[in-house]
């Protein structure tokens, strides 16, 4: 088949390290460009900030190009630009006709901007008709949730589908990894936890509504499922853990919320999309998992499920903990899978 | 004034310890037994397991006893017994004549034992009095709540006294020295979260609702409050934080939270006992804090206060973050101003 | 070719772990036989200590066995026994016929034992004719070192054989793992450095004159390499650093010491055996190079090789930086190589 | 007696913040001003930077000031400024007619500017009598050395007076506030060891020769010890591990050296100046010790004290543990010392 030229904007960063991993061998797409902002100029391999695993050689030697739509050569682009150069960046990029799918915060909430969790919201993707239509855009940017409403809203969304969910509190034990490099400074977080991350509860909170809200063709009716989070950052490397409770409209037990989240399947398993895990989300029976460190790499696809358990019923109220890899199934896993989809609708083509 | 004789039951651990640093220069107590299993005939210096700071050279020296009131000499016993241990030892002293305060897990749900926070209920310890009948002993035995009902319990009663709470769910984030020592593998918890203990979210589901009961002078009726924890464990040294969340039966708002909590004094503090702190609660403006390693000594007595943090009211959904030492307002300092207030009553008078 | 069935000794534990799953694949080697202790009639799914990832399913249903030859049906046996266990069974399996092949202390110091590393002395291996002979015994016992003697003597090997090493002083910063599990207690090691080991700072001294010594086809004559150790351990998960300082006797430089460690091959390379890897050593240039998380399981076996940094050189005084995986190389890696090159030279040959 | 009122240079880092809490209730000195560079004219409380303990009131409300003898009002200037900082600013505060007392590494190695650690090399401070009269100065600067040298040179000095040291090699595991805050990112360090830091090595290495030179009342002549050094860098949060091993000239014994150790005191002990340790080296005798976390604070001034263990002699050669609180003894609390020590010498009176 085809395969598609791609550019990584923010290519630098530990979600682009993540990007390029995830690409390497990719079936459809083949990175193309890479671009920075300080390293423009610099091979890719002395760009890159962190302790990232080295890049294969054809990517370790690209120039680093500037986020600009002039410098770029791809078919579409990813973005992991930091907010407010995303804010800038992207519609240029969408202008001049690039499809742009982005893990940045900047368009999450506007109208015309789908926010795709694969499984959750496949048809929302067809909103970027609607946003070329109102922008006069060649391309479009689609985005993608916060890394830990992803952790929220993929269990969530199976339960809220069958028994209804309501009344959902969230406290969040985040990785270092999502505040990025240098991010936290380890003095800082050496044992201890600081219950409080940035903007986080409050995306957590809003982008939730949208995920898993109706599309009717024309827009988006948000759900009218109601988030309460504290999120907390923990020292951790990868792995954001979440300590979910909520109530259900319909009666349930215990069986009944593991059956539904050990079964959920949805289109990208059945697409069988390169980077759709086969089961997008693993059911662990045992009293003591999920444990960050250890499942956070879970699944057929390394990263991309979130590991369920714990699971306790008392009449309607449901608690879980459930466990995603911020900078896989929350960053540039989520997205290139997003991305597949988009091939998948014909999305992509000229 | 006259100072009393003590033991301390299973002084080798690391609860142990606690109570021997604090009771260094006691006004009222003065330590005279120490009683252990494996060290018993041994120094206590030698005894001691972990890493503790050096004890006062008087403790150092004393030779480790059995646990059996025949080799006790003291005006009342403090007991930190593992729960198995202690349900076989405890009754034994208080038939012996002996005043038990117990941190140890044993009977804190018998319907006639005292389950006490000083500053909470300190009218509860007046049910010894009906135990002592029931029991025909001659002394009784006093019990203080786990850790984590501690850090749940304090904030949540003058906001249930003022305001009426409901709903409450609590998410943990505990430290290892709550395992004791050896207690948790550090491979087991390097870099990782284990979201469970054994037997924990339990404890402070059924505490918490005999604590904030109501004393007739014969029974305590439970409060109706509800719980749900969940209970997590993560990479700190001491202090186990809790992110809690729950409904209040009139209306309110951040700031009628924060001047509960900030205003709230009791007994122990009117009565100015000595290990009592003069807040019970330190509220913190600040976004990011309570934090583990940096608040867990708060207070003029180290360790006694809760710290409470990062109050947030939405309609009548209070979330907030409370952080306890464990081992201090936890267990050892919990149980001293326990029995300070029983001296209070005169229930340690012969 | 013929295949091998094999049985582990001590299989329930960390190495035994590591064992399974690096045999996994093996083309030469089949698991037919665990053995454990206390685990002795249960699945050995449900007998592993640790948080163990998955065992591959046959060997999951396998009922773990007494250590006794009566009840092993195998080959040859790798044996990762507690030093006291592996004292009083290993020369019961030799006796009955058994190779064994043993990372545990308890005889690698005895004269006719062979103490390999694969790349440094493989002609040690010929050793066991002289004790089969001297115990009358149809198998035999061959060991492997300390997993801090492995990151020492490899470096050292290639430089000791063209420049002649004398001096050498080690500093060790060890990870968890190489206590085993439950281990080094998460109280005494978070946020801390212990700066002693129990018995390891001789075991590296001793062994490390033993594998390079010189073997006459009768008896090793010993190297006269003197060796000062200093082990600590370090709150990291695998791979233990040593800081390495010596001298060598003809003059050298920088670049000479990093081409003898880069270009450094041996027997088990030439040999191309299954898990050799196809370079023993790995030397990095940068000068914040090796780091334990991140340089553990390098080379192409992963964990298989060890990685060096920081070569300095001042006269003739060598400092380097060497890290290696103490439970690969350092132990379960290390000894399916030394049963490979046992196999090459025909000594698993009934 | 009289009190000196001084400044803090750089006083909103780590260093400027033990500075200010050991000051606090100094018998001789008092905080009158604080200068930094980003912060200035803001409330000091609101320009501290990391995680410290709140501030005395006083402290709190002073107004930051600028690096700039113009505003500083003070008898003498303490100067935690970074290096570059120091390398401009220290010379205008010398020049204006201040006293200059440094932990900063910018003139440590000028050969009229001398570097102090008090009971090692006191008489070197009448060196500032050449500096004056070289550089016209109406002030002066005094340096106090790298905190990694400190816990190398206070043990070496009592043995190489009695006993003569040669061939030091040094392996550090130092910890992460020896970095500064932000410093060292929590995803480069968490479960990981960095063998290196940057210009640290060769400090250690020249800064040693000088402190143990020879003063002859006019200019230092360097000892001719010889130290390798090997600096790592591991997640401890305070207080630098060193492994030392070097040779004696004469014969020694493991009593000798501890003897040695444990009863060194020095000038700053025989005049009991206020932040003298009563002990400089605490011996500690236990096979594990010392440990970093649990043994930083130790001693009769809290942090002042080195710690050192696990000494092993073979022959001439000499292995111990040294431990040291890089903030307190390596920086704020050595420099403080270091003036208390001129004050006696009468250098700081106009």
């Known amino acids: 088949m085809k395969t598609y030229s791609v550019a990584i904007l923010g290519a630098t960063g530990m979600v682009g390290q993540h990007y390029i991993r995830m690409l390497q061998n990719h079936p459809w797409f083949r990175i193309k460009t890479l671009t920075g902002k300080d390293s423009v100029g610099r091979k890719y391999v002395e760009a890159v900030r962190g302790e990232a695993p080295e890049p294969p050689k054809e990517v370790a030697e690209m120039e680093v190009q500037p986020t600009d739509p002039k410098h770029v050569d791809a078919d579409f682009v990813f ?12 519609p240029r990029f969408a202008e001049a006709g690039f ?12 109208e015309d901007v789908p926010l795709i969790v694969p499984e959750v919201n496949p048809d929302h993707l067809h909103l970027v ?36 969910v309501k009344r959902v509190t969230a406290t969040t034990l ?12 380890s003095l800082s977080i050496l044992g201890n ?8 509860e409050r995306k957590v909170e809003t ?11 024309g827009r988006i009716a948000f759900d009218d499922v109601d988030v309460l989070a504290t999120c907390t950052r ?22 009944t919320v593991a059956n539904l989240l050990a079964e959920y399947v949805s289109l990208p398993q059945e697409l069988n999309l390169p980077t759709a895990p086969r089961k997008p989300i693993i059911v662990r029976p045992e009293e003591d998992r999920p444990q960050t460190r250890i499942d956070v790499d879970a ?45 998948h609708f014909g999305l992509l083509e000229g």
């Not at 973005?79 to 992207?90: F, H, Y």
């Not at 109102?134 to 952790?151: E, K, L, M, Q, S």
């Not at 982008?207 to 063709?217: N, Q, V």
């Not at 923990?234 to 069986?255: A, N, Q, R």
């Open 234 to 255: 923990v020292p951790t490397i990868d792995g954001h853990m979440e300590s979910l409770v909520f109530e259900t409209e319909k009666k349930t037990d215990k069986e």
């Open 174 to 185: 985040q990785a270092v990894s999502g505040a990025g490099y240098p991010g936290v400074a």
């Open 193 to 200: 936890v600081i219950p409080y991350i940035s903007g986080e």
């Open 79 to 90: 973005s992991c630009l930091p907010t407010e150069a995303a804010r800038e960046a992207e």
């Open 299 to 343: 699944g057929s696809v390394p990263g991309m499920s979130v590991t369920v358990g714990r699971i306790r019923v008392v009449e309607n109220k449901v608690r879980l903990i459930s466990l995603s890899h911020n900078l896989i199934r929350g960053a540039a896993g989520g997205t290139i899978l997003t991305a597949e989809l988009a091939h």
């Open 99 to 110: 499809p742009v799918f982005s893990d940045a915060a900047a368009f999450r909430m506007e």
């Open 129 to 164: 008709k609607a946003q070329r239509k109102n922008r006069g855009w060649g391309g479009f940017i689609v985005t993608t949730p916060n890394c830990t409403t992803v952790g929220l809203v993929l269990p969530l969304h199976p339960i809220n589908r069958q028994l209804g």
């Open 207 to 217: 982008e939730t509504a949208k995920i898993l809200g109706r599309f009717d063709g």
